[in-house]
């Protein structure tokens, strides 16, 4: 059950039929509820952050096939408190295993699910449905490294919120079907939304990350075409179609849609596994060839995309070593800048404390008038007024002026602060890195005056 904020149709119920605390949470809506299990709204003063807390529905016997699969999602889930740590995954802080009640309690993700967006009148722009599949395949390839297979990839269970009639951002959420390849215990088989379960997870077969492209190449189709790539009257129709049926060609259930994005999710639904992208990066890398080629129309959104800034850091020799959730901080945190012809990043004699990173385009040094050094894409500048130690060392001793129209990616130390302990450690390696590297440069034009010009 997702974390979701509460619906007009869960807000009319009484109020004694919500409880007012779960243990040390405050309990503030119901945001919904299924056969096994409710999700309310609640606040954790502590941490002073609202919360979602899922639990076990009251009344549910434990002694019952339903109670007994709920303990086993519980326990999925429970095990996964505090692990995953990706800004694409809903975070799972606390599991209580209450004697009548066990609960989780997880990320509150204020918006909704995909599902919303599956009906043929409230389809997404095609350009918003590559970057949500780009998003979420490098959420899930992330998971996959962590040993794990989601096995319930569907709209349901990718949360979405809405800035400016454009979706901000997505969260995959519900790991109680998860398969950990890492663990000793017992899992249960041939769990997930039938749907979108490729041939291989009905069979009970082994899994691998193929069985998760499945599913969200199967969230795609439907997100594109407004209905699912199957569907039937019964399961046993519905199987057939997954055993032996093929989905209808996306380019001719929507006008607009590439023939190469229609080929991408053709792949991801084929029935031998061997046939589908052998890997998260190689499907998260066919999806933004899609925007970086112009292959998809831009439609509305017109701006650079998170997965088009991302490509772009993990080509930078500044983000050597950096990890896909390191780049995903830096896309979001960074003040990203574009810079006409002439543009002074600084002046000399200013007070600065902030430093650029040139993503793109070239900029030039100038002391005393004179050109002394041209940087471009990967170099940073400022570095030296933002690590020192005195306001007198905070002054620029040089003009830095855009030679080429430029991006950059600019932080000041209260930015940098907001970033995860290993991406600051990250960055702190890569300022040694040009440190280094500038000292050399100096050591050397000092030994050899004429060798560098």
């Known amino acids: 059950m997702p974390a979701l904020a509460p619906a007009s149709s869960t807000a009319s119920r009484r109020a004694h039929d ?20 409710e999700v309310f709204l609640a606040h954790d003063a502590f941490n002073a952050r609202d919360v979602a807390i899922k639990r076990v529905r009251a009344g549910l016997a434990l002694d019952t096939p339903e109670g007994h699969f709920q303990q086993h999602f519980f326990a999925a889930e429970a ?6 740590q990706h800004p694409n995954v809903v975070q799972i802080y606390d599991a209580v295993e209450d004697a009548e009640l066990p609960y989780l309690v997880m990320e509150y993700v204020n918006g909704t699910t995909l ?10 722009p095609l350009e918003q449905v590559v970057e949500i599949g780009f998003k979420c395949a490098m959420a899930l390839g992330y998971v996959f490294r962590q040993g794990l297979i989601h ?24 790991f109680g079907s998860v398969m950990n390849l890492q663990s000793e215990r017992t899992q249960v088989f041939r769990v997930g939304s039938l749907a979108y379960m490729p041939p291989e997870q009905l069979d009970g077969d082994a899994l691998d990350c193929r069985a998760d492209i499945y599913a969200l190449s199967g969230v795609l189709y439907h997100l594109i075409a407004g209905r699912a ?4 009257a019964n399961q046993q129709a519905l199987m057939h179609q997954i055993y032996h049926g093929e989905p209808a060609a996306l380019e001719r259930l929507r006008e607009g849609v590439p023939p190469r994005l229609g080929a991408l999710v053709a792949r991801g639904l084929s029935k031998r596994r ?7 990066e190689s499907f998260a890398q066919a999806l933004s060839a899609l925007v970086a080629s112009g292959e998809v129309p831009r439609g509305p959104l017109q701006g650079v995309l998170d997965s088009e800034r991302f490509n772009l850091l993990r080509s930078l020799e500044f983000f050597t070593g950096f990890g896909d959730v390191e780049l995903w901080e830096v896309v979001h945190r960074a003040h990203w800048q574009r810079c006409a012809f002439g543009h002074a990043l600084y002046r000399h004699g200013e007070e600065g404390n902030s430093f650029h990173i040139i993503a793109q385009g070239q900029v030039d040094v100038y002391r005393d008038g004179q050109r002394v050094a041209q940087l471009g894409a990967g170099t940073s ?6 690590l020192a130690p005195s306001p007198a060392l905070r002054v620029h001793s040089a003009d830095v002026v855009v030679s080429e129209p430029a991006t950059t990616i600019s932080f000041t130390p209260q930015t940098l602060e907001r970033l995860g302990l290993s991406t600051r450690r990250l960055f702190d390696a890569a300022f040694i890195r040009v440190l280094v590297r500038r000292l050399h440069a100096a050591h050397e034009a000092l030994a ?6």
């Open 381 to 386: 500048v400022g570095e030296m007024a933002y």
């Open 151 to 174: 096995r319930d990839v569907k709209p349901a269970n990718i949360l979405a919120t809405n800035r400016n009639d454009t979706l901000a951002e997505v969260k995959i959420t519900d």
């Open 79 to 84: 095990a996964l408190v505090g692990r995953l």
């Open 18 to 37: 919500l409880p007012s605390t779960i243990g040390k949470y405050q309990v503030r809506a119901r945001l919904g509820e299924g056969a096994t299990s």
């Open 229 to 232: 790539p199957f569907d039937a």
């Open 274 to 280: 061997e046939d589908r992208h052998a890997d998260w």
């Open 115 to 124: 599902r919303q967006y599956c009906r043929a009148d409230a389809l997404l």
């Open 448 to 453: 050899h005056p004429r060798r560098i010009l």
